[in-house]
Structure formats: structure tokens, C-alpha cells
């Protein structure tokens, strides 16, 4: 291939670089855009738009990216068979140098290795707050009850302080209810 | 005993749609549909500008709408079967025919061809109609469609606009969204009937006679899932629904003439929004109080956004035409007379490249290249005075999803000696298919400098693979 134009590597490199923050690898699709969206939130990412389906926020830029930054061989993915049936993909990046904040390392890191479901009700809550609910977590459990249920809810509340926490406050407060 | 009045629509797919009124459920219904933005949806055609290929589709989402509930009606009886006859349960499967009611009463003018509008401005509502579609379901002041649904029954409208949302993941879920759902069912057949395609038949009372419901394994979440599941019989219906759905995509939603067209509209009121966002009203043709020109100064204004439809949109084309823009001038002008950019197939050109190359194909090469040519493209056009000179078209569809994180509700089961199967593990041609891939850039007629920037850079990415 010729040389990749400037303008697309400049588009893609920030999806390795989130990988490579995290350590090098992120497990899940889901996982990748619920880290990249609360890297957004939190101002560390400005490039990708999002908007809420099924699992909470997405972006359908960020999964366009992601499959083109495989194709330019920018980052690698390996699909994995999980106990319950399904696959999903495992994200990994070459050697490079990490970005130089140190809370966007943590709170890419923390998100990275946190529990899918939990991460996925915290971004969710996070984005309903964003959006204006005066509830964000009761209605994240009125639209997940399955995921919220056994203690997931709170167990995921602890982990979006957490997560502000690393990011050095930069993700907003939410409400607790 | 007086007779209950029936609300009754005849409808040129499942003949007649009736609302019973005797019954609370369906008056209440009747009552949502009576609705101005339900009767909005008159004047939304659910294949936007497909009419400029098959001038037979014009069918509406209002009509689409009745029969996706119609055809959820179907569905749930088959569910009634096999859950307990308990008043939580009977709730449950009212919220999700009335989710499947007004699972597209946010559409905008166009219907999918708006919503790039919006994603391309950031504008919520019109960008994802599923946001306008909950916004409306939510609203609750007097007459709004959410007040009807909670005068029905307490929190009834967050029951629905949940369901559309995503969530909770029931068999009543399925009813609404599952590759096996009533939109689905109602859109394939309809779009199939009024574009006077003879491609992508479904035969659709075989399948319904083929329904059940089973129990899934356990998902990531680790709870087991009631859903839709096929009688062994069932599976070449299957097979041929999954292809069918497949079909149109290539013929009919993606046809290169109707993107075409689309993307000329895009692109157009991408300028007249610009223009208004920059006090420029009076060089868009359009007057002040015109609701485009509304809408372009108060996107996520759900009063603005009421007065939008297909007739609005279409009906501005002759203002547009006497703009000082000369974009918006000459797109209005073709889009009126169906004079439309010519395509240039780059999708084609590469898949030959790679076979020519690899001996098959290979996906990844394909992104590379077209990731490449789009970024040069877009470079292009950024420059001065080539702007609008080419239009990009780049789509995807895959006819059948393996299983991956999103858990096993998206797929399609067959019921086979006991346990459940995956139709891909059944059906050859179903695990064979691929995915695919639209990739066309379109130029004026006459515009040979960027039909030549195309042709070159498209060339130049293929020898450098």
C-alpha cells in the first residue's frame, strides 16, 4: 500500500493510542467504546460523537475507526470464544509511547480492567446524567434490570468513583440516585 | 347490544388493520395514532427518495407503522402461549405492541436519508431518529402522545420508550427488535411489494406457523433468555428470509441511483444549514419563517421539528433553486428534475483489484483501500473551490450476524430434537454469505477534472496495494 495520507493516520492513531494507555490490549468491543466514551467525557478524547443504543453509549465512528485501524495494521484483533457461546474480540497495539497525562493512563487503565457489565452500567448512568436525567442510576436500572440486578447497580456506582477518581476528577460528579 | 365500533385500515400488504375500540388497549392506541406526529408520518416515505428508481415506493411510515403493529399483534399471540396469563405479563406485552405502534414516529424528512444531516452537525434528535422517536414517546404534556399512555396505565410511556431503547432484553423485546421482529417482517415484504421487485420473497404465513418460543443457554449476564425460535421445517423460510433481507439491500436501499440522489440532498441542506447558522437566511432562497429555515436555527426544538416532513423538504426545492449559493442552486435544480451526479462504482473496481491480486477476497484490503481513497477524496475537497464536486457513498451490510458480545437474542434458533441451533449451523448458505460493501463516488456530468481525480486516485491505490 502507499503511503497511508497523514489526515487518515491522524484519524486512527487515537484508538491505538487508547489501547496502548490501557496497557496494551482491551478486551471487548463494548469495553473499547465504553473507555473511549468516558475518556470523552472527561476530556482526554474529542474525536468521536456519541449517541445511546442498546448497550448504553456508542459510537458508530469509533467502530468504523476501530475496523479500519485493524485493516492498516495500526492495532490487531483476535476473536475469542466466550463459555457462554458468543465471540468477542480482544484489542491489542504495538509498542509505543503512552500519552503524557497521567490521569488519562489511570482512567483508561482503571476502565480497562474493570468488570464489562459494571463499566457498561457506569457509562451508561454517566451518559443518561449527561443528557439531563435527574435519576441517572435508577434509570439505568429501569433500562438494564438483568445487568443491575444482585448488587451490580451499586458495585457499579463504586466504580464511577472510582474511575473519577483516577481521572483526576475530570469525569463530572453524578447524582446517586 | 350495540355494536363495538372497529377502526379499520386497508392496507395494500396485510389488507385490513383493524383498531377494536371495544377493547381499552386498541381505543387507546387509535387515540395515539389520531396523533399529529403520528399523522406526520403520512408524509414520511419509509424509502425516502427510492421513488426516483421505483417510482411505486412511496409508501409511507404511517402505513409501515400499522403493520408492524399488526404484524407484533401476530407475534404476540404466539408468545400468549407460553406465558402465564398474569396482569404483569399482559402489561408487558401491551408496552411492546405499542413500542412496535411507534418505533418510527421520530423519523425525519427522508427517513434515513436525513439522519446524516444530523450526525454530520451533532444534532441529537434528527441525527438518530430513535432519539426524536423517544422524545415524543416521553412527553407528557396535554394531548401528547405520552400523556395517552399514562392516562392508560401509570408509566406506561417509559415502559415503551424503554422497549425501544434497548431494554430489558424479553421475548417481548424480540417482538420489537431481533433480526427476527416485527418491523422486519412488515418493512421486507412491504418495501418488496411496493418497489415491484420480484427479488427477496418471505414466506411469511409458513414462518409464523413455524414460531415458538424456547429457552436460551445462559448469556454474559448469566441469565437464560426466552425468545423467538423456528420448528425444523422452518429452516429454508429462514434461510430465505435472511437472504431476502439481504437482497434488498444491494437492490433497493442501496441502490446506486437513490444514494445518489440522497447524497445530493445531504449535501444540499448541509449548505443551506451553514448558510442560516451564518445569518445567511436570505441567500438559501428559503424566507425566515420557512421550517427549514426553523429547524436550522433550533435544531433539537421538538415544536420546530413537528413541522418537518418529505412535503416540506420537497416543497422547498423551487426556494432553493433561487439561491445566491451556488451549490444549493444547482443541487435543488437536479434534485427537481432528477438530474442526478453520475456514479463511479470504486466498490467493484476494488473487489476485482483483489481478486486479481490475491486470488480472493480479502476485507481487510478492501477497508485499506477504500479508507485510503476516501481520505485523499476528502483531502480534495477541502481545497478551494471543490467543494460538493464529489460525493462519497460508503455503506455496509452484513445479512447475518454471527454471535458475538451483544449475546445470542440477535440470532435466529431452530428448534432441532431438543435443543436450540443457530441457523447458521444449519444453513450452508446462510454461514456462506458475506458482507456487503457499497463504495461510489459521484461527480457532474461534465466535471472531468474530479471524475479524473477519482479514476486516478482510485487506480493509484490499487497499484500501491
Known sequence: ???????????????????????????????LQKTVYLLTLAGFEKQFRFGYKHYGPF???????????????LIFEHQQQAAWGGTYSVYTAPPGEQSAQPSRIRLTQAAAQSDAVLLELAATAA????????RPWAETARRKPDKAANGRLDRAKELYAQLREASDNALPEIRLE | M??????????PLHNLIEFNEGNPFERMLWRVVKTAPFQRLRRIRQLGLSDFVYPGATHSRFIHSLGVFHTARQLMRIVQRYVPDQ??????????????????????????????????????????HENYTEALIRSTERGAIGEILNNYHEGFADMVADIIRGGPATVYRSVVSSQFDADRLDYVRRDRLMSGTHLAGVDFEWLIANLEIGELQPDNSGVRRKTFVLGPKAVYAAE?????????????????????????????????AKLVADGCVAATG??????????????????VLSELDDSVVLGALPLLRQSDDKLVKDFATRLQTRRLFKAMDLG?????????????????????????????IEDWLAQADHRGRILLDTATRKPYKPIEEEGPMNQIWIHDGGKLVDIRDRSPAVAATGVFRAFRAYVAEQDDEARKFVEETTANAIKGA
Do not use: C
Open chain 2, 240 to 272: 430465505s428470509f435472511i437472504t431476502s433481507v439481504f437482497q434488498m439491500y444491494p437492490t433497493v436501499y442501496f441502490h446506486k441511483t437513490t444514494r445518489g440522489a440522497e447524497k445530493l440532498a445531504q449535501a444540499m441542506l448541509q449548505e443551506v
Open chain 2, 348 to 376: 467493484v473496481l476494488i473487489i476485482k483489484a483483489i481478486a486479481d491480486q490475491a486470488g480472493r477476497y480479502d476485507e481487510h484490503a478492501f477497508l485499506r483501500m477504500q479508507g485510503d481513497i476516501t481520505q485523499r
Open chain 1, 1 to 31: 500500500m502507499s503511503e497511508m495520507p497523514k489526515s487518515l493516520r491522524d484519524r486512527l492513531n487515537p484508538i491505538a493510542q487508547v489501547i496502548r494507555d490501557a496497557g496494551g490490549e482491551i478486551v471487548g468491543r463494548t469495553k
Open chain 1, 127 to 134: 451518559y443518561l446524567a449527561q443528557e439531563g436525567k435527574p
Open chain 2, 87 to 128: 396482569p404483569e405479563e399482559h402489561i408487558s406485552a401491551e408496552a411492546a405492541l405499542a413500542a412496535a405502534l411507534l418505533h418510527d414516529v421520530g423519523h425525519g424528512p427522508l427517513s434515513h436519508a436525513f439522519e446524516p444531516l444530523g450526525k454530520s452537525f451533532g444534532w441529537k434528535l434528527v441525527g438518530e
Open chain 2, 286 to 303: 428559503l424566507p425566515e419563517n420557512h421550517p427549514l429555515t426553523k429547524f436550522f436555527k433550533e435544531p433539537e426544538n421538538l415544536a
Open chain 1, 59 to 73: 459510537s458508530e465512528a469509533l467502530a468504523d475507526a476501530t475496523d479500519l485501524a485493524v485493516a492498516f495494521g
Open chain 2, 2 to 11: 350495540p355494536d363495538v365500533k372497529r377502526q379499520r385500515v386497508r392496507d
